[in-house]
């Protein structure tokens, strides 16, 4: 059955800390992007057009990756094709092997999380340091991300000013913005500069030039672009768009909905390598991981559109109470419960696709358009059909439930006979103060917070009935 | 979009579609919706053998066992005139999810037929402001009122300011705003039962506003939301009611309705 998400969240909803943190930095992102968005009078323009170039890319992916692949190879770069995770993480170690080094630094990249990168580099003796703010917190912590773009948004100032007083071991510490954003800087300085290599993910592959792109606010980004030697980049294969051009439009819709910035203050572009400047060597893997199984899914593709703005996250009222980790996967929230269960072929992450209450809002932002509440519901169809397959599915609660729900509302006089039904059944639960306060079973999720108002004597059809009789 | 409007005035008849929750738990809504549209000289039909739009199966992703019931729908109201609706997720599920069905099935005659049903739906507050236009049906209701706007009715029938609209001519009802009006209340159907933590999690922080608001009625064009609403204040002993918009508008001079 789908546990996972329910459990994972009544955890973390006593978490009241983790609550005000969430709900403070979303409701700032969100008001920033409100902003970004609102001042842009042909933003419907804009959605229509990344949502347009991106499907475009989708139906036509095998074409644009060759070309990357050869543009990208005729510029100096090396292209890898990867499987899955496994196969990226092993093409990434042999480079680094091949060339005795042990310590890499990195760029945020939620496609090295989704693949496990840093643990599989650890325990070959590799040690993959983290550059980006947030992800230094994060790793610093021995922490999961919570959001694609703030990966921690869950932990307050003060929160980590005592992690960095412990782990960077320093006497003293301020907690301003300013103090914190001093100490990383010192602490990863030492490591930009000794680092013979650099990981990074994309935001872009450019499949007529070849080029990569990269978003950043930091800079880090920037100087592990250009500091070390080789530089490897790990790439979905569905971040492909086809022109230089493109740009025009992601590079206004994505910090606009990321951050609520105009522009992102580093915007990197690379093609291949280049003789005197920048790495000597530059490998880029395409990862599939999943990918071209959502690709068949005619109805989901959709989610292969994502841009990871985490616009969605930061709308989605179920987000805010929970945060990320309660999806238990790199990708949380809205995008998350859709992009997540399907990565995984729907073996795990099932209970995400019921993880909301198809409130709308995440489609309302989603700067490419995807329909997530629609997403959500093919999903669990998918999975209520795959259930109804199995003994215990077929005779779960829900699906029983379900099943005789459908036979009553098949006629007019069924539904008559089970409201009387249930009039008399509800009886033994009408408390004294006249309204129900505790029901069994699966319905005890409900009365574990609310009462219910028992069924009335007369149902509408009744009283219609009764109203008519009375006319004629 | 829909039908062209009445002429103004004119009575028309309307084919009501009670949804199924409102017929079994929230009867006075019916009655409700029924007064307003007999006040204002049109005249209003109910056939019995109408039942669900479908809605609970399709979304909870019972989209298979959702096709026959899709289809009782449409048996039932192939040949009205107008479609009244006091409940805009069923709207919503009707004008968003029929098309798929129906492109599902490959069946051309459903398409069809939900092609010629769409223009004829109408949500109730929507059929008063853009189909009957009215705004204002005369009623009196002296109470402090805030209105909570549900996640279909915003964003996927984008009512807008139509049920405002409706509720500022209200004789003595004063209109107080709602925090974070954009905002689900966790209800989302079987979402409640399925996530109850979150759901209820997020059913309090809408309490709060709805506290803050200083009103004494919270309304809505959707039960559903309503119920839950009502389900966190009557737990907690708060005394703020909950009453769907066409109980509101249902309220006279004379005392009726009340």
Same mark, same amino acid.
Not at chain 1, 274 to 300: K, Q
């Given at each position: ?44 323009? $804009? ?48 480079? @680094? ?15 090295? !999380?989704? %693949? ?44 980590? /000013? ?50 990569? =792109? %990269? ?60 003789? #005197? ?16 199984? %959502? ?76 329909? %997530? ?7 669990? +169809? ?35 006979? *089970?409201?009387? @039904? ?12 006249? +309204?129900? !306060? ?22 509408? /059809? *009744?009283?219609? #009935? ?7 | ?34 007064? =307003? ?37 449409? !048996? =039932?109201?192939?040949? =009205? ?5 006091? +409940? ?22 459903? #398409? ?14 929507? @059929? ?24 279909? +009715? ?19 009802? !004063? ?50 939301? $309503? ?32």
């Amino acid at each position: 059955m789908t546990a996972g998400f329910p459990e994972a969240a009544r955890e973390l909803l006593r978490d009241t800390q983790l609550r005000r943190n969430v709900e403070h930095a979303t409701d700032v992102i969100r008001r920033r992007r409100d902003q970004a968005a609102g001042e842009r009078e042909d933003w419907p323009q $804009l959605r229509e057009a990344g949502s347009a170039i991106r499907s475009h890319v989708l139906e036509n992916l095998d074409t644009y990756l060759l070309q990357f692949e050869q543009a990208c190879s005729a510029a100096g770069g090396q292209v890898h094709w990867a499987r899955d995770a496994e196969e990226a993480n092993r093409i990434v170690l042999e480079i @680094l092997t091949r060339r005795q080094i042990r310590e890499v630094i990195k760029i945020k990249s939620m496609t090295t !999380e989704e %693949i496990g990168l840093n643990a599989a580099l650890g325990s070959h003796g590799i040690s993959a340091i983290e550059t980006d703010l947030a992800e230094l917190i994060v790793q610093l912590g021995h922490d999961a991300p919570s959001h694609i773009v703030v990966p921690a948004l869950h932990k307050n100032r003060q929160q980590i /000013r005592e992690l960095f007083l412990r782990e960077m071991h320093l006497d003293h510490l301020g907690d301003t913005a300013e103090d914190l954003t001093a100490a990383a800087r010192t602490w990863l300085r030492r490591h930009f500069l000794n680092a013979r290599a650099a990981i990074s993910g994309a935001n872009f592959l450019i499949a007529e030039t070849g080029g990569v =792109v %990269i978003v950043e606010s930091e800079g880090n980004g920037r100087m592990c672009l250009t500091l070390p030697q080789l530089l490897i980049t790990v790439a979905g294969i569905e971040k492909a768009i086809p022109r230089f051009q493109d740009l025009e439009v992601f590079l206004q819709t994505l910090p606009r909905s990321a951050t609520g910035e105009r522009m992102n203050p580093y915007n990197s572009l690379w093609t291949g390598t280049t003789a #005197a400047d920048g790495p000597r060597e530059f490998h880029v893997i395409l990862l599939d991981n999943g990918r071209s199984r %959502i690709l068949g899914d005619r109805e989901a593709r959709q989610t292969l559109r994502c841009i990871r703005c985490g616009a969605c996250q930061n709308v989605c009222p179920v987000y805010r109470q929970t945060g990320g980790h309660a999806y238990r996967s790199v990708y949380g929230g809205p995008i998350g419960a859709i992009l997540t269960p399907q990565l995984h072929n729907l073996e795990r992450g099932a209970s995400l696709p019921y993880a909301s209450s198809l409130c709308g809002a995440c489609y309302e932002v989603c700067p490419v358009k995807i329909d %997530i509440p629609e997403v959500l519901i093919h999903l669990r +169809s998918r999975i209520v059909q795959r259930e109804q397959h199995t003994f215990a599915g077929a005779l779960g609660v829900w699906n029983l439930g379900m099943q005789a729900a459908a036979r009553v509302f098949a006629s007019g006089e069924r539904m008559e006979t *089970a409201q009387k @039904l249930s009039r008399k059944a509800q009886r033994p639960f009408v408390a004294r103060s006249g +309204s129900i !306060e505790s029901l069994p079973f699966l319905l005890s999720g409900w009365t574990q917070s609310r009462d219910l108002a028992p069924i009335p004597q007369e149902s509408f /059809r *009744a009283w219609w #009935a009764r109203r008519d009789k009375g006319k004629s | 979009m829909g039908i062209p409007p009445a002429a103004k005035g004119l009575p028309v008849r309307i084919s009501l579609f009670i949804a199924c929750y409102n017929d079994t738990l929230f009867p006075e809504t019916g009655k409700a919706v029924v007064r =307003v549209l007999e006040r204002l000289g049109h005249t209003v039909d109910f056939n019995p053998a109408q039942t669900c739009c479908g809605q609970m199966h399709w979304n909870t992703g019972y989209t298979r066992e959702a096709v026959p019931i899709v289809r009782h729908f449409l !048996e =039932v109201y192939r040949d =009205v005139e107008a479609i009244c609706i006091p +409940s805009s997720s069923c709207v919503a599920m009707i004008r968003d999810h029929y098309p798929k069905a129906a492109e599902e099935s490959g069946d051309v005659r459903f #398409a069809r037929e939900v092609e010629s049903l769409l223009p004829r739906v109408f949500e109730f507050s929507e @059929l008063l402001v853009h189909h009957l236009r009215v705004d204002d049906v005369g009623a009196v209701f002296p109470h402090k009122v805030t209105y909570h706007a549900s996640c279909h +009715s915003l964003r996927s029938l984008h009512l807008g300011d139509v049920p405002l609209r409706l509720l500022r001519n209200v004789r003595g009802l !004063e209109l107080l705003p709602l925090d974070d009006i954009d905002r689900c209340c966790g209800f989302g159907g079987t979402f409640a039962i399925r996530n109850a933590d979150v759901s209820s999690a997020m059913l309090a922080e809408k309490i709060r506003s709805v506290l803050n608001s200083g009103a004494e009625v919270c309304t809505a064009v959707d039960n559903s939301c $309503l119920m839950h609403l009502f389900g966190g204040l009557h737990r907690q002993r708060l005394p703020v009611r909950t009453a769907h918009l066409a109980e509101i508008l249902a309220c006279t001079a004379d005392g009726a309705g009340q």
